[in-house]
């Protein structure tokens, strides 16, 4: 496995895959790396001839009082879980190599499904997102790309994005990968303390008692409200718990497919899922 640092080293180390047309396959990152972002490059690289990884802690896609500088940085360690679940290319590059040193006017901007869900409280948050992701497709230049649909906004977006400006590349969603007592993997549960992590799991299980609820015939209004409750009652602070189409459109009955979302603090740390509801045929 390698690992290139400049635009120009991983162009370099590319070419030779590009003149001979093999599939190149990339998962962008920020590092932190768990099994949910190696389940990723195991799917790429059953897809793909080359598995490139980027690891880029993005600092467009943080809001000035979040967690940017203390975001953890752990590449030597990324970096030997790749090597064993098969990537042949890890760009981690700085971020004068990513943004250089001149002012940057050119803005990536997805309308709507932004002003939502995770988009409220994070005004921006998805225009950094647009941005790093549309400069690394035009670095990496993929053939597919893959993302976690733990991010379900974010995959959504990307996705808008990609049809929206005829970008050349198949975006893949995989599914969430979950702990055995089903929550889901994320960088942010390292902050949870023992007791909370304990609670986490509170979050999949009201998602899919609600599932449950829906296919018996629950009314959608009455199913968020439990949600709503059964993570209250547990000590979270909800900041939202939302129902929306696959494509996050608003919806108030359940008479197609819809996709359940969560939000809550536990502890300090902001904790995100999702489960996908399929309308019964
Ligand atoms: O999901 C993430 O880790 C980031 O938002 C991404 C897609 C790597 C862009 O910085």
């Excluded at 990339?26 to 790396?33: A, C, E, H």
């Excluded at 941005?131 to 906004?153: E, M, R, S, W």
């Amino acid at each position: 496995m390698k690992t290139e640092t400049t635009i120009q080293g991983l162009t370099a180390s590319l070419n030779p895959a590009r003149a001979t047309r093999k599939t190149i396959g990339f998962i962008p990152t920020m590092g932190n790396l768990h099994q949910g972002h190696l389940n990723l490059v195991r799917e790429a690289r059953q897809l793909c001839d080359v598995v490139v990884v980027s690891i880029f802690v993005n600092p467009t896609q943080f809001g000035p009082n979040e967690d940017f500088d203390n975001y953890p940085r752990t590449l030597e360690q990324d970096s030997n879980l790749l090597a064993e679940v098969g990537c042949d290319i890890v760009f981690a590059p700085s971020v004068e190599q990513m943004y250089g040193k001149y002012p940057r006017l050119t803005n990536i901007s997805v309308s709507e499904i932004t002003n939502d869900l995770c988009g409220l409280q994070r005004p921006g948050h998805f225009d950094g997102v647009a941005l790093v992701v549309t400069k690394l497709f035009n670095i990496v230049q993929p053939n597919f790309a893959f993302f976690g649909q733990k991010d379900y906004q974010q995959l959504a977006v990307i996705k808008q994005m990609v049809r929206d400006l005829s970008i050349p590349i198949e975006v893949i969603g995989v599914p969430i990968a979950r702990a055995e007592d089903g929550l889901a993997l994320s960088s942010r549960n390292g902050y949870l303390t023992e007791q909370d992590r304990q609670t986490a799991p509170v979050i999949f299980k009201a998602l899919k008692t609600a599932e449950q609820n829906l296919h018996s015939g629950q009314v959608l209004s009455d199913t968020l409200g439990q949600i709503r409750a059964s993570l209250t009652d547990a000590g979270l602070i909800v900041d939202y718990v939302e129902v929306r189409n696959p494509m996050l459109q608003k919806v108030d009955q359940f008479d197609q497919d819809v996709v359940l979302f969560v939000a809550a603090k536990l502890g300090k740390t902001r904790l995100i899922d999702n489960l996908q509801v399929k309308r019964p045929a």
